[in-house]
Every structure is written in structure tokens, then in C-alpha cells.
């Protein structure tokens, strides 16, 4: 197998609209909406291109690319800073514990609060893979090259960052959550409501939903029973996310209440444990441990699968991974074992 991370380019469009078709609906990072999908290649080509190392309101797609057949087989994103635009809503679980003399009891009340917490953090998202590659490390690739690259261009990405699981659903397609809470105030089916979102957002259920806290009691026993689960395809994504030292808040998300998970970005495992070094030799087989390699910033960047030999002086780069990369000795990579 001969696997590249690479930066999404606007020739990938067609790419990208075939894997959003394939998600099943619900995917807000990646709607199956050409329109869409192409303003989003036409503006992280502008950040790609931006040159200050700065934090800002950028967006980086990236592809997975079989190099075999010249395949698109999956996609990842990084939102760097979220909230600008307008902003980024959640529902936070608390709860309100309440005394009463008269009964001598105590009562303890969960509810969700409308909130902005989370504006400001970064966030990856909008991961999806072929199901035909979801084995051998390739998982893994995907989503940890994000963090390969938030290293290497770590001003550009806040302090915290974030990571947004589609919610459950049920047999039918449909989103307890969205039907048992958001859904009883818009006249809108989940699956209208969610083609409405992939396009222009969730912005218009915060426009309209109270702004109060609501008593999870009140909802049906189906909405509260999902808030803050992932959707069924999701949960190896929630494993990897956990791994990485991701953990849930209890925030959620209004539209389908899935979980969102979040963690300091500098405690990222892959962003805490990656190293760089020079390579000293490239060997057509190299007897050393598997790991993600990147190199190259920005729009250059790379990322694969590689045995690597670590020696005194630098490291021993198969040379398969080399050509995917376009190193040779005396450049520096950055990688973290798998």
C-alpha cells in the first residue's frame, strides 16, 4: 500500500463529492454539495497561501491519496480558530440541585444550557475514509497527520482545540436528538434540517431555539438517551480521539447532539510526542519501527506510513517513504510512532 496525506488541491473536487455522498448524511465538514465543498478548496487554497505565522480564521483540508491508482480515499480537516464568523454554539449538560425544607429532599435537575464556550479553540474535523481502506494503519494516518501538521505550524492553531462526532442515529436515518428537541420548533424533518445545515450552518437553530436552560426531563426518553453519543460509524473515531487525550466535557451538539471532545492542543499525544530529526540514509528495506512521517510546510506538506532506524545522527528512511515524500538525506522530518 502506498499511502499519501497530502494538502487538498480545487482539482479534488469531484473527489471530495463522491466521499461526501458516502457519508450518510449528517456530516456537516462535508456536505454532498459541489457548491459548497468548492468554496471550501477555494479558501484553504488562500490559507494554504498565507504566510503569516499567525493565528487566524483558516481552514486546511487534506487528502488521502492511493498512489497506486492516483485514488482519493480519504479527507481530514483543521478549522484554526472557530467562532469568528459568527458564533460557535453548544449545549452544555449541567445540572441545578435544588433543597426543599417542607419535603426534606433534595433534588437534583440535568439541563442544557445554550453557550459559546468553545469559541476560540481550533478544531479538527470532517475526517472520513473509504470503507474498503479502514485497516492496516491507514485510520490512523489520516487523522494523526493533523496533528503532525498542527506541529509544525503551531502558532497558527489555538490553545485548545476541539473535535465535533456526529451524532446517533436511529434505524431510519433520523436523529432522536433532533426530533425530541430542536425539531419540536422548526418545521423541518431532521434530513431537510440537515441538508440546510451542510450548507449554511447551524446558526439558524441558535437564531431560533429558546435561550433558556431546558430540563432534560422534559425531552423523550430517545433524545435523552443519544446526547453525547456518536453516531455508530463514529465510535472507532472516538477511540482514536480519546487515545490522542481528547476527553468529553459534556458539551454537545444542538444540532444532533453528538459529543464534542476537547483537549489542551499541547497535550495532544502525537503533537507531545513527535520528534524531528535529520535523515542520514534512505535504504531500500530498514528494519526499524512503523511511524507517521511529514515533511514540507503549508501546501508542501506530506505526510505517510514508513519504517524509520534511528541512529546517533539522524534517522534511516525507507525509501518507499522517501519518494512519497520528496526528501532526501540532510532534510528534516517530523514523525511519531504509530
Not at 113 to 120: I, P, R, S, Y
Not at 291 to 317: D, K, M, Q, S
Request: hydrophobic share 40%; charged share 25%.
Amino acid at each position: 500500500m502506498t499511502f499519501l496525506l497530502r494538502t487538498a488541491r480545487e482539482s479534488d473536487l469531484d473527489s471530495l463529492y463522491r466521499m461526501a455522498k458516502g457519508t450518510g448524511g449528517g456530516f456537516t465538514n462535508l456536505p454532498p454539495s459541489k457548491p459548497t465543498l468548492k468554496t471550501k478548496l477555494e479558501r484553504t487554497a488562500a490559507c494554504f497561501a498565507r504566510t503569516e505565522d499567525t493565528l487566524g480564521d483558516d481552514l486546511f483540508v487534506f487528502i488521502l491519496e492511493d498512489t497506486a491508482n492516483r485514488k482519493a480515499r480519504g479527507t481530514c480537516q483543521i478549522f484554526s480558530l472557530i467562532g469568528t464568523a459568527w458564533p460557535f454554539y453548544s449545549y452544555r449538560i449541567g445540572a441545578m440541585t435544588q433543597y426543599s425544607k417542607e419535603l426534606d429532599r433534595t433534588f437534583r435537575a440535568e439541563m442544557l444550557t445554550l453557550c459559546t464556550d468553545l469559541d476560540g479553540s481550533s478544531e479538527v474535523g470532517g475526517l472520513f475514509l473509504d470503507a474498503a481502506e479502514r485497516s492496516a494503519g491507514v485510520g490512523k494516518l489520516l487523522a494523526r497527520s493533523r496533528y503532525l501538521f498542527i506541529r509544525l505550524h503551531r502558532a497558527r492553531f489555538a490553545d485548545r482545540m476541539i473535535a465535533e462526532l456526529r451524532g446517533a442515529h436511529d434505524d431510519a436515518g433520523n436523529s432522536p436528538f433532533w426530533d425530541g428537541l430542536a425539531g419540536r420548533f422548526f418545521d423541518m424533518t431532521f434530513h431537510e434540517a440537515d441538508e440546510f445545515n451542510a450548507v449554511h450552518g447551524n446558526q439558524f437553530i441558535a437564531d431560533l431555539m429558546p435561550k433558556h436552560p431546558i430540563y432534560t426531563a422534559l425531552l423523550n426518553e430517545h433524545a435523552r438517551a443519544v446526547m453525547g453519543q456518536p453516531h455508530v460509524s463514529g465510535r472507532p473515531a472516538m477511540r482514536m480521539l480519546e487515545d490522542e487525550g481528547f476527553a468529553w466535557e459534556r458539551y454537545v451538539d444542538i444540532f444532533d447532539g453528538g459529543p464534542s471532545m476537547t483537549v489542551r492542543t499541547d497535550a495532544i499525544r502525537t503533537v507531545r510526542n513527535a520528534r524531528e530529526a535529520a535523515i542520514v540514509a534512505i535504504a531500500e528495506e530498514v528494519p526499524g519501527v512503523h511511524h507517521i512521517v511529514a515533511h514540507g510546510r503549508l501546501a508542501a506538506f506530506r505526510a505517510c506510513l514508513a519504517h524509520i532506524a534511528e541512529t546517533g545522527e539522524g534517522i534511516t528512511l525507507d525509501a518507499a517513504a522517501a519518494d512519497l515524500l520528496g526528501v532526501t538525506p540532510g532534510d528534516v522530518v517530523t514523525y511519531v510512532a504509530t
